[in-house]
């Protein structure tokens, strides 16, 4: 299931790119600036401040839930029936050729720029597999590079699988602390980092990411303990992205019904971002980028 | 590299060109109008028309400013325009609206109303032109001009829209004079039975040619007193060089970077002060035509990098000198601007297909990002060849968010000068001017002769040729919109009134191209005009090589995003009937929210890279397309479309009510090609990706505005992402997109505090203007395009 195809994308590998996003996540990071797709199911947006309050939705709906009762199910009736667009169904089932088909309508920018397709989600990896794996075989043979986005809380054998039609794996590292990864993600790190440590045995490449969370892991202890972690395991990379946090996807939670939990993160100072880089420099890593 | 940044003498003099406010001078209208009294039916018009520019350039007040290195003003100092009575003859209401309206202003003297009252509107009252067009148009002209069908560029300015070649830096006037006596000499009064208007042309060029240069010569005599008054050295000395400049050019060539700059200089004024031409003049692929001088002086040692970019710079302060001429009614709604449209081409390929950027495009780019100025508009012209450096400068200065420079695609310009019937030579040459305009410089008149509201053709196809704004019946009898049972009926319907309006533009447009070709002979832009002294023929009526006229149009977004939703949801889907959508538009969708909302946010809509929606665009532009290209203008060339807005498409919006894609009454149709405000939610591939569908090299221009929050073209990825888009777009054969990236909060809030924001730009169609000076309702459109966050 995907909640948005996002075009246009220059963060999220070379080139320009099409990002798609997969429903979905096994982790519940307390800063996740994507919450509509935790959540493996269709989901209802509702845009309070766009209502009317004229009822129509709750006239169509049929499990007397038009206000996020457990009983919704997301069927959508009441988007169309809404005149003032504060409805939206988050979450939709796209055919292989369909998606393919969006993806390769901006092929002439793969092309110029070295660009392609970053599969992203939630957690792309904990998709259905079959559908996963056709859909990568697809864009190999239309000559698209692929890149995945993921934070590698996944059996191995899954990206064992994608790793012939990979061009770049994009790999979060959140926290190295075992308890304070559960703490903040809601799960532990180990099967993560092991991970890592195979995927770069088997020659991928690797392009790391950090997010740093202002209030978490923003300081200099946390890029010491990444850089041991790496240079321990002659993990092989070929960029580093320290990306820091923001919080503009806090508006979101409130849209299908949540609650936010980072509330206390805050963005780090652009010098304090620049200070961490330095440190990584210092400490023998290369390929240290801010974004 | 030199020290970065103007230096404080181009500071004190931009300051100075920025803070003075635009005045009326009517020195012009004085001596032109004592020509006209002395002369008019004692020597032929063409000559008239020279003897006019000599008698001003040999009494007008000449200025050169404290530290100013090019030197001479249109009107008696910088921002002083004058009046061209002859064509636009301004009434004593006309005199206080230009005094009082608190945009586009210009100060009137209490005397100069007197003067006009007294001495202009008695002797050019009745007899301008603008009188005599309008006396001209038919019955049904003129209602669909009250209507807002299209608009007419001729009816206060005259025609020009053209821009100097490489000869203007090869050839001193001495040298035309000697190709005009060989004409004159060469005519054949015994079998050519235009012998005399030849001659007539000629001789009238041949004054137009002592004109220019007694300016520069009272300039060099002005100069050298100025010196001899001096007591700074430097300076001294700077005027002493002015005094030789001007005694060199535009007599004989230019021998050095600092003569071509003032030569050009000369000429604009020329061409500008003769008549007030549509986009003044433009000195063309100033890079390529100045590299020699630059490469030459640099190692004669007499310049270095910095003081060439002072000239450069001392010569964008005189173009922002230089208000447009003032205009009035529908003419300022068209063109609301103090911006004259000079645009200066850099980068491209050389004429024998090599990259063109040199050591001089760059101090251009430098210029242009130190500058910040309304005028001259810069661009770049983009080609295959152009190195990565050079694009990225370009986008570096860009994503300030100014909206300069724009990019223009090299390629897609030669392809359509070769489509339009120009040789690959004078493609090569050519570029771009006005908004988006190609053309061959040096070698072609390309006219616009106004815009074209096609959006509102469909309102008047709906209601059966009725128009609300006028409350008069303009359009063909076809029926109303609910007698059309298929598309397809409508469609066809709305493409005959396109037809039959477009025929009564054409018509409009043949006789006002007679009557400029007749009663408003241009000698001067003649001789620098290549073929117009070998034919004997003047610039408006068809002396030069190529002669293009183009009609712009303007709404294909909202025209698109109209019938697709009337397709989606009347036709296909059923979900409304085409009464209920009639009765939704004049009612302004008040209490039709159920309609509004399946027009506005489930009907495709162009921008999106949606087939849907982008088949329609197709074929609309196609068939104005085949409506106009090709159809022959009076001076030996054809029409053809080009698809920008200027700020017409505010204006043509206010005269629209609402419209089947949602947009309410009296707001702006989308402008240039871009897709209308909000409807492109894909991001800038897909609104690229949808604009490529158009056939832009059939066309003589199209313009694409693309708005980004500064954010997203952030850092090296997001200078990269840029680069990439205009390589793509370009690569698709796009002809032009520019750049604002400016967030919608600081929009808002100059509108609010418009004295904090005097120095805030943005792009408004095919030029820069300051944020406020534009009219709310541009504000607000600018604020409400489509900002690009993803």
């Known amino acids: ?291 | 590299m030199g020290e970065r940044g103007m230096n404080e003498r181009v500071r004190k003099l931009r300051k100075q060109s920025v803070e003075a406010g635009a005045i009326i001078d009517m020195e012009r209208a004085k001596l032109i109008t004592e020509t006209y009294k002395k002369m008019y039916g004692k020597v032929s018009t063409p000559e008239l028309r020279a003897l006019c520019l000599k008698n001003y350039f040999s009494g007008k007040t000449l200025y050169i400013g404290e530290g100013e290195l090019i030197v001479g003003e249109k009107g008696s100092q910088p921002l002083a325009a004058p009046t061209f009575p002859e064509l636009c003859c301004h009434s004593i209401a006309d005199l206080n609206l230009l005094n009082e309206r608190e945009l586009i202003n210009f100060c009137v003297k209490e005397k100069d109303f007197e003067f006009q009252e007294n001495e202009i509107i008695p002797y050019w009252g009745k007899r301008c032109i603008r009188n005599k067009i309008l006396s001209h148009m038919t019955k049904e002209w003129k209602e669909c001009y009250e209507a807002g069908i299209f608009t007419e560029f001729m009816e206060q300015r005259g025609p020009g829209h053209t821009v100097g070649s490489g000869n203007l830096y090869k050839k001193g006037f001495l040298d035309y004079k000697e190709e005009i006596k060989h004409e004159l000499e060469k005519l054949d009064y015994i079998n050519d039975k235009d012998a005399l208007d030849k001659e007539a042309e000629l001789k009238a060029m041949d004054i137009a040619c002592d004109a220019i240069m007694i300016l520069a010569k009272r300039y060099s005599e002005y100069a050298r007193e100025l010196a001899l008054k001096e007591t700074n050295p430097e300076r001294k000395e700077e005027l002493l060089c002015i005094a030789n400049n001007c005694e060199e050019v535009p007599a004989r060539p230019p021998k050095t970077y600092w003569q071509a700059i003032q030569m050009y200089w000369f000429i604009h004024l020329g061409v500008t002060s003769e008549i007030n031409p549509w986009d003044a003049f433009s000195p063309g692929r100033l890079d390529q035509h100045l590299i020699g001088f630059y490469r030459h002086d640099i190692k004669e040692g007499i310049l270095d990098e910095n003081k060439a970019k002072e000239l450069l710079e001392c010569f964008w302060i005189k173009f922002n000198n230089q208000p447009s001429p003032p205009k009035v009614g529908t003419t300022l709604k068209e063109s609301s601007t103090y911006t004259d449209f000079v645009n200066i081409n850099t980068g491209g390929i050389t004429p024998d297909g090599k990259d063109g950027v040199n050591e001089v495009s760059y101090l251009i780019l430098d210029v242009m990002d130190e500058m910040k100025l309304l005028q001259p508009s810069s661009n770049v012209q983009i080609s295959k060849k152009t190195p990565l450096r050079f694009l990225k400068r370009a986008c570096e200065i860009s994503r300030k968010g100014w909206g300069q420079p724009a990019f223009y695609n090299t390629e897609a310009i030669i392809q359509e000068l070769l489509n339009a019937g120009k040789s690959i030579n004078d493609a090569r040459l050519g570029g771009t001017s006005g908004c988006v305009e190609t053309g061959a410089f040096g070698n072609e008149s390309y006219i616009l002769t106004g815009y074209f509201n096609i959006p509102k053709i469909l309102e008047i196809t709906l209601f059966n040729g009725y128009d609300h704004y006028t409350g008069k019946q303009i359009g063909l009898s076809l029926g109303y919109g609910y007698d059309f049972d298929t598309y397809e009926e409508l469609f066809d319907a709305f493409c005959k009134q396109i037809d039959y309006f477009l025929d009564i533009k054409i018509r409009g447009n043949q006789v006002i191209e007679k009557i400029y070709s007749e009663d408003m002979p241009v000698p001067f832009l003649s001789v620098i005009t290549n073929d117009c002294i070998k034919k004997g023929k003047d610039y408006n009526a068809g002396g030069a090589r190529y002669n293009t006229s183009y009609i712009q149009g303007v709404g294909i977004g909202t025209i698109t995003d109209c019938l697709a939703a009337i397709k989606c949801n009347v036709y296909d889907n059923r979900k409304f009937s085409m009464k209920e959508l009639m009765n939704a538009l004049e009612q302004d969708y008040e209490g039709c929210d159920y309609i509004h909302n399946l027009v506005c946010n489930h009907s495709p809509k162009y921008g999106n890279d949606d087939d849907r929606a982008d088949d329609i665009m197709r074929a609309v532009f196609e068939h104005y397309m085949n409506a106009v290209n090709g159809r022959k203008n009076i001076k030996g060339g054809t029409y053809r479309i080009n698809m920008l807005p200027t700020t017409c498409h505010v204006y043509f919006g206010e005269v629209m009510i609402a419209s089947a894609n949602g947009r309410h009454a009296h707001k702006p149709v989308s402008e240039g090609i871009s897709p209308d405000k909000g409807a492109d939610t894909n991001g800038p591939t897909a609104v690229v990706k949808s604009c490529s569908k158009m056939d832009h090299l059939s066309t003589g221009g199209t313009l694409l505005n693309q708005k980004f929050t500064p954010g997203v073209v952030a850092g090296e990825e997001g200078l990269m992402g840029m680069a990439n888009l205009i390589r793509t777009y370009f690569n698709m054969d796009g002809h032009h997109i520019q750049f604002n990236v400016i967030d919608r909060k600081t929009l808002i809030d100059a509108q609010n505090h418009p004295e904090e924001y005097k120095d805030l730009i943005v792009r408004v169609a095919g030029y820069s203007d300051h944020f406020r000076n534009l009219s709310k309702s541009l504000q607000d459109e600018i604020i409400e395009r489509t900002e690009q966050t993803l």
């Open chain 1, 1 to 291: 299931m995907i909640t948005d195809i996002q075009k246009f994308s220059i963060h999220d590998g070379k080139g320009t790119r099409t990002t798609v996003f997969f429903k979905g996540c096994p982790l519940r990071c307390k800063w996740c600036h994507n919450p509509e797709t935790q959540n493996y199911k269709r989901q209802l947006y509702f845009y309070k401040d766009r209502c009317r309050g004229c009822n129509s939705c709750q006239e169509v709906c049929k499990h007397q839930a038009a206000f996020f009762t457990q009983k919704c199910v997301a069927c959508g009736e009441c988007v169309t029936a809404c005149n003032y667009s504060a409805r939206k169904i988050c979450g939709r089932d796209i055919g292989i050729d369909e998606l393919v088909s969006e993806i390769m309508k901006d092929e002439p920018f793969y092309e110029a720029s070295g660009g392609g397709v970053t599969l992203s989600g939630g957690e792309v990896l904990s998709t259905d597999m079959d559908y996963l794996l056709k859909l990568m075989q697809e864009l190999y043979k239309n000559g698209i590079s692929v890149n995945i986005d993921t934070c590698g809380y996944v059996p191995f054998d899954r990206i064992e699988k994608v790793i012939p039609y990979t061009d770049t794996f994009l790999y979060d590292i959140k926290l190295t602390d075992s308890e304070e990864h559960i703490r903040y993600t809601g799960t532990d790190n180990k099967l993560i980092i092991e991970n890592l440590i195979k995927l770069s045995k088997l020659n991928a490449n690797i392009w790391i990411r950090l997010p740093i969370i202002g209030g978490a892991n923003d300081n200099e202890g946390h890029v010491n303990s990444v850089a041991e972690l790496l240079k321990g395991n002659e993990i092989s990379y070929s960029r580093i992205s320290l990306l820091p946090y923001h919080n503009t996807g806090s508006s979101k939670y409130e849209l299908i019904g949540y609650k936010y939990p980072g509330n206390d993160f805050y963005t780090p100072k652009e010098e304090d971002m620049e200070l961490l880089k330095d440190r990584m420099t210092e400490l023998g890593l290369v390929n240290v980028y801010i974004g």
